[in-house]
Nanobody
């Protein structure tokens, strides 16, 4: 079994910063891409940022220059540093990991339970 545990969400004023963390644990052979997605009330889940095992990153246009994704491969952990937060960043943030549970297995996407980020004006 695989478990993704997110932490770091909370309430912050506009212009402030938060850092999210997500640690993957359990039966893990290797992790490919890790990422963060978010879902605001009444909206679909959208990509925020992804990072490959080699460190290549991809960001949604709405967060470029404000958010930074990084990962610690030995710890199977991905981070999201969020600066200059805006009210429109308010959402539940979900961590994802595309990983193999054993050698030769098919990679599969796993998800965390989500952490709430609320940005007040």
């Amino acid at each position: 079994q695989v478990h993704l545990m997110e932490s770091g969400g909370g309430l912050v004023q506009a212009g402030g910063s938060l850092r999210l963390s997500c640690a993957a644990s359990g039966s893990i052979f290797s992790i490919n891409t890790m990422g963060w997605y978010r879902q605001a009330p009444g909206k679909q889940r959208d990509l925020v940022a992804t990072i490959t095992s080699g460190g290549m990153t991809n960001y949604a246009d709405s967060v470029k220059g404000r958010f930074t994704i990084s990962r610690d491969n030995p710890k199977n952990t991905v981070y999201l540093q969020m600066n200059s937060l805006k009210t429109e960043d308010t959402a539940v943030y979900y961590c994802s990991a595309n990983l193999r549970t054993y050698y030769g297995s098919r990679p599969y996407d796993y998800w965390g339970q989500g952490t709430q980020v609320t940005v007040s004006s």
